[in-house]
C-alpha cells in the first residue's frame, strides 16, 4: 500500500443528530484492546437472544475526526445515527454484533489501528458464534476514508463496505477488491464531490461496481439520512464474502453472460440487462457505455430506459469495457439527489477461423501444403504450426510448405492463432505417405543345445508405418554353430516396399563340464608326525569342446594335519562354465595326549563345601602338597611336569610343595610326553585361610542349620570367642574354646541332632588339626619334595 497523505474532515462537534435511536451508548459493552502499539477503546453490541449455536453478521463502524479520544463514548453519542444497527427493530429482522472502536487523539483509521481492530475481530470469532462471511464495514467522514482504506488492505476479511462523507484515494491500483460490494454517500456541498464523481466513475470503468448516492443539498454531513436509508441494511446484510447477491439496488448484464468477462469472434455484439431495486424506488434512466483504451466512447447510450443493445461496436484492438448504470432518486430525508448502480463486462475479440486446414496425401519426396484462413478484422493474428502437438520452427504464417516430405514427417498438423486476447487452435489435418516398412533388428544370444548350436530371429518389432502387412526373411537361415554369427533380416511390406537390417546370433555354450570327485579320506599320522601327505585326482570332461582347466584346493600332495579337511574342486570348460565339487581329508593324530591327574593336601573338608580350603596354621601362610603320580600317559610315554602359579614356574618334579598365604590360588600342571600333540595343562584352585576364616564356616554351618535360638545362641558365642582368639593370634586359646564347642555340641545335640552334631564336630576337629599340626623342616622354606621323584618319568595307565 502506497504512502498517502489523509484528508481528513472533522465532523463537527456538539451537533445532534436529526435521527432519535431507543438505543444509547450505555447499550455498547465498554471494551478495550491492548498491544504494543497502545490502547484502542471499543464498544461491542451484543445481540439480545444471543443463541451460540447460531451464527451472527458483525457490523464495524468507524467514526469522524471530531470523536477521537480515550473516553470510549462519543465514537457513538455524538453521531447516534450510526446506531441504526443496534436499533431494536434491525435486530428484530437482522440479528447481528456491532463494535465501534474509539480512534486516539493525533491519530487516524490507518495499519496501525487497522491491525488492532484485525485483533479485535479476531477475540470477538472466539469469544461468540461470528459468521466469517457476513462482517461489514462502515464508517462517517474519517471512518468512511478508513472503510476505503481497509477494505483494500484486508481485501479476504469484509462482505460489503458502506462509506459516508470519505475523502478519496486511489488505493485500488495496489489491491483488486472488485469482489467487494461498496455502497458510497456523499453531498454535492462537501469539499471535493467532483473528485469523488471521478473516483466512482474510474472504479466503474475498472470493473468495479459500486452503488453511489449523491445527495443535491448535503453538505459534509450526511450520514443521518445515510443510515436511514431503509435500503442500505436490507443490501448490507444479504451480502455474504465471495457470493454474488441479487437483493437490490442493482443493475445487471445477464446477457450474453453473467460473469465479468466475455470473449466474441465478431466486431459487435447485443447486451441485455435488468435491475432490481425493492423499496428503493424506481429506476427513471439507464446508461449504456463503452469505455476501451482507443475510443472514449465506442456506444454511449444515455438517458434511456433501454434494458437491451443491438450490434454495439466492438473495437478488435482493445478490451472494451461496457458498463450499465441505473438511476433512481433518493426518497428519504430531505436531501434529494440520486443514487446510481452498475454492472460491467469486459469484452475482447479473439481470433476465430473461417478454413480449416484439410488433409493431405503425399508421395516421399514431393511437396506438401496446409493453410488457415481468419477473418481480416482479427488485431495483430500470429500463426504457429504444431507439429504432433509440438511447435514447428519457422513456421508462422497462415500457410506451411512443406518440401521433400519423408515419413518421420506424416502425421498430424494444426495451428494455433493468436492475437493479445486469445488464441483459437484449428481441426487437425492428416499428412499421410506411403512408406518404407521399417526393420528393427537386435543382436541375439542363444544357448547351445546338445549338438552344440541353437536357432532364433533377430526381428525386434519390426513393422509398416502406413499399417501394410509385412513379411520377415532372414538369411542365412538358422540352426546356428557356436560363436558369433552375422545374419541380415529383410522385411516387405504388401505393396512390395522393402527394407532390411542386420544383426548377429551368438551361439553360447552355457552346459557346465562333468566333474567327479574322489570319495573321502580317512588317515591316521603316525606316532612321531603330525601330518601326512595325501595325493589325490578328480576326473572330468566336456560335451562341447575340452576342459581348460581342472584344479582342486588344496592341491593334490599337500600335507594335512589332524582333523576333518574339506578339500573344493572346480572343473571349467573354454567357455568359461564351472562345475564345483567337494569331498573330505579325515586325518586322525597318531599320539594321545597324556592324562593329568592332581592331588592336593592337606585340605580342609567342610559338610557341604565343594572347594579346596587349606588352613594357615598361623593365619598367614600354608604349605600345600601337589601331588600329580596319578596322571598317564595311553602311549606309556616318558612324562615331563611343569608347576607354575600365573607365569611363574616353581616345580618339575612329579609331587611339588609351594609356601601359600592366605588368598586364592590358580596352580597350572602342564604334562609333556615329548611327541607331537603330546602336551596338556590343567588348573586347581585354591583357597588358603586362616583360622579366624574357617572358625566363620563353622559359625554359617550353625546359622544355616535351622536350630532354635536357645541352642543357637550358646554355640554361636563359643566360636566368636574362638574367632577373637585366632584374631590375637592366640592360637591355643582358639583351639580350647573349639573343643568347648565340641563338647556344647555332644551335650546338646547329639542325642537329638545327631548328624548335625557329627558334622559339626568334625568340622572343628579340621580346624584344630589344620593348626595344631606343626609344618615338617624345610617345608615353610617351599623345599622340593623327594629327589627321587623330581624329573622325568615314564607313568603308562595303570
Known sequence: MKNTNLILFLAICGIVSRTASAVTVNDFLPRAYTNASGVLPYRLFKPANYNPTNQYPLVVFMHGAGERGSDNSRQLSVWPSAMVFADARNQAKNPSFMIAPQCPNNASWDSTRGDQIMAILDGLKSEFSIDSNRVYVTGLSMGGFGSWYYINLYPSLFAAAAPIASSWDNYFQDVDTRGIPVWTFYGAGDSSPSATRVGVGNLRRAGYNIIYTDYANG?????????????????????????????????????????????????NISLAGFSATGNFGTVFRVDWTNFST???SGLALRNSLNWSVSNAEVQPSVTNTFLVTGWTVVLNGSLGGFTSFNDTLAVTVVPSITRQPENYLATAGTTATFEVQIPPYVYRP???????????????N??????NVQSGQAGVYSVVVANPFGSVTSSNAVLEINRNPVAVCRPIFLAADEQCQ???????????????????QQLPAGPYPLGTNSVTLYVTDSRGASNSCAGTVTVLDRTPPQLICPADIV?????????SVITYAPAGGDNCGSLFSLVCRPPSGSAFGAGVHT???????????TARGTFHVTVFAGNQPPVPHIEVSPIAVFPGWTNIIVIAPDSKKATVRFDASKSYDLDDALLKYAWSEEVCMFSTNVVARRVLKVGTHHITLNLDDTFPSGSVSTNVQVEVISGQQAVCILMEMVMESGLPKRELTPLLATLRAAAASFERSQTKAACQQLRAFQNKVINRLLSDQHELAIGLIESAQVVIDSVEESPKKGEQSGERDDESRHGDHKKGRD
Open 219 to 267: 453538505a459534509h454531513n450526511v450520514w443521518d439520512d445515510a443510515y436511514n436509508t431503509p435500503a442500505l441494511l436490507t443490501w448490507m446484510y444479504s451480502q455474504r464474502r465471495g457470493t454474488n447477491s441479487s437483493t437490490g439496488p442493482g443493475t445487471w448484464i445477464g446477457s450474453p453472460v453473467t460473469n465479468s468477462n466475455h470473449q466474441l469472434t465478431a466486431t
Open 294 to 296: 482507443s475510443v472514449k
Open 382 to 396: 500470429t500463426f504457429q504450426w504444431l507439429f504432433q502437438g509440438i511447435p514447428l520452427a519457422d513456421a508462422t
Open 398 to 403: 497462415s500457410a506451411l510448405l512443406l518440401t
Open 454 to 472: 541353437a536357432d532364433g530371429a533377430i526381428n525386434d518389432g519390426s513393422f509398416d508405418p502406413d499399417g501394410d502387412a509385412i513379411t520377415l
Open 523 to 531: 588317515i591316521t599320522n603316525s606316532h612321531d608326525k603330525l601330518t
Open 567 to 577: 578339500v573344493a574342486c572346480e572343473a571349467t570348460d573354454s567357455s568359461g562354465n
